[in-house]
């Protein structure tokens, strides 16, 4: 399996004696295909006790690349065998019961059985390849799939090494040129933090001023109970979705305004907390009623919320109140304005295809030590964290 940007490979040629190791590679539950790879010294020798091929022909004598049919004798199961340069990998049918077959015969001809994180360990060149392996993983979408891609390939690695050779550098202009590389990685570690886990969005307003509407008409299905009585929402409701290709958790809040009982009361609090936390805050206001005090209060307590007029199908924002984006959730009006404002608000500053992204709390926590030991003069210093 060749090396790019768009693929990712834990089957590299090595030469040294390795014992015989198997894991699934594939996740658990329910699929058409499972695979199992066996790795270590005398590989070959080993699945090819176990495994007969259709054409008669011993696994031994496979090109490597090269793929087989055949059966897994001790089990019955039909298989597809690839022979790559030191491993082995065996397709068998998906789920847990076949996979789990396979496992049993390897570990009786001696074979360790390891989790997949430990064959990613055992087989990527250092730490941050290892942590965008697992991570790649889970990522919830096709574009922070391909930033993981790009630190897996080295991205975040060559730009730590290039600054370290920059602070080792005896010039002033070399560590300020780290010092720019080095902010530049720190701006994108809002954007690492969240290429697995969603940017919470919390959209918020008076009751019954369209909101849970507009969650409905972002996800693009019925997620928030509406009703045309204020109140209806007293818990906070949330639904994952991507934005711009970003993960995001949107959080459809109870109204603010004075709660008439306890429990709306409490619907009211964990609004405020929710918007306290949020990496984003929509401010939704009715265009059809009158702007007051406390929409101008909302407004001033978060200066920095995206603001929204909504059910512009049927009146349009008086002229006293702020600018926003002008919705409908009714007519689609706005909405993919909304979108892209969402986007735009969340990553202000997308990062470009094969640039370093930090996108562990670790990777993170190392950038800020260099950068602080470097605008304090130790450069050296800034060096050895950043070569950790």
């Known amino acids: 399996m060749p090396s790019n940007r ?7 040629a090595v ?3 390795r014992p015989l190791r198997a894991a699934v590679l594939t996740p658990p539950g329910r699929g058409a295909v499972a695979t199992v790879a066996v790795s270590g010294s005398g590989a070959a020798e080993a699945v090819g006790r176990l495994f ?4 008669g022909r011993r696994l031994t004598t496979v090109a490597i690349g090269e793929v087989v049919y055949g059966r897994f ?12 340069a030191d491993a082995i990998e065996i ?3 998906g789920g847990q019961a076949a996979a789990s077959a396979l496992l049993e015969s390897l570990a009786q001809l001696g074979c360790q059985l390891i989790s997949w994180r430990d064959w990613i360990r055992d087989r990527t060149p250092d730490d941050i390849a290892v942590a965008a392996a697992e991570a790649l993983a889970s990522a919830p979408t096709l574009r922070t799939a391909s930033i993981l891609l790009d630190q897996y390939h080295g991205a975040l690695q060559r730009e730590l090494d290039e600054c370290v050779e920059l602070l080792q550098a005896a010039s002033d202009v070399a560590a300020g040129l780290a010092e720019e590389r080095l902010k530049a990685l720190s701006r994108r570690c809002q954007t690492g933090r969240h290429l697995n886990e969603p940017f919470r969005v919390v959209i918020a307003g008076r009751p019954n001023v369209g909101k849970s509407s507009l969650v409905n008409a972002l996800v693009g299905y019925r997620r928030s109970i509406v009703y045309d009585q204020p109140g209806t929402t007293r818990d906070v409701v949330t639904v994952r979705t991507a934005i711009a290709g970003w993960p995001v958790e949107l959080s459809d809040t109870a109204g603010l305004r004075h709660a008439g009982d306890a429990l709306e009361a409490a619907g009211v609090e964990l609004a405020l907390a929710g918007l306290s936390a949020a990496d984003l805050r929509v401010l939704v206001f009715d265009a059809g009623q009158p702007w007051t005090d406390d929409d101008a209060a909302l407004v001033e307590r978060w200066p920095d919320g995206l603001l929204v007029h909504s059910k512009c199908d049927v009146a349009s924002p008086s002229a006293d109140r702020p600018g926003g984006i002008k919705t409908s959730a009714v007519t689609g009006i706005g909405i993919a304005k909304l979108v892209q404002a969402l986007g735009d608000a969340l990553v202000p500053e997308p990062p470009p295809a094969g640039a370093g992204v930090p996108f562990t709390p670790a990777q993170e926590r190392r950038i800020e030590a260099a950068f602080e030991a470097l605008t304090a003069g130790d450069r050296a210093r800034a060096a050895d964290l950043l070569k950790l």
């Open 91 to 93: 397709h068998c049918h």
């Open 15 to 17: 030469a040294e004696s």
């Open 52 to 55: 007969a091929s259709a054409s």
């Open 6 to 12: 768009s693929t990712i490979s834990f089957f590299p």
């Open 73 to 84: 004798e001790p089990c019955g199961e039909e298989v597809v065998v690839c022979r790559r």
